[in-house]
């Protein structure tokens, strides 16, 4: 995964502009680095910066489904800024094959009786061979 690193405010500077009077000129940062985890930080905005409700105070390490909110009422859909994880052995698609269904074995066998008594035979000729030589 690629790292990011987006700043949200209304100055014209910010990666990601909101231009209200409720959000700092340098509200919020995002970022991702290359592990995939992704952090947020309150810029010191006054309105704040809220996950889940909570007032942000530093940084916080976001979880997938964590509401982010900012302002009087932005809500920040942050899972939606971070890079597409391309895997380079997948680049072609496979089509999804429904589960294999487990197959019946059949009643009938296809050894005959006739070669299970060459089998046994042969298992008791190397027992009594065995039992000569001990």
Known sequence: MDKIHLRIGSARDNQF???SMDVAPYHLELFCDTSGNV???DLGSEQGTFVNKRR???FQL???GDQV???QS???RWEEFLPVEKNQYQEIAEPIMPPKTPQKISAVSNVSNKQLYVIYGCILFL???MS???
């Open 62 to 64: 976001l979880k997938k």
């Open 17 to 19: 502009v909101i231009d």
């Open 127 to 129: 027992i009594v061979l």
């Open 69 to 71: 909110r900012f302002g």
């Open 74 to 76: 932005h809500v920040f």
């Open 132 to 134: 000569l030589y001990l």
């Open 39 to 41: 952090f947020i930080t």
């Open 56 to 58: 942000l105070d530093g």
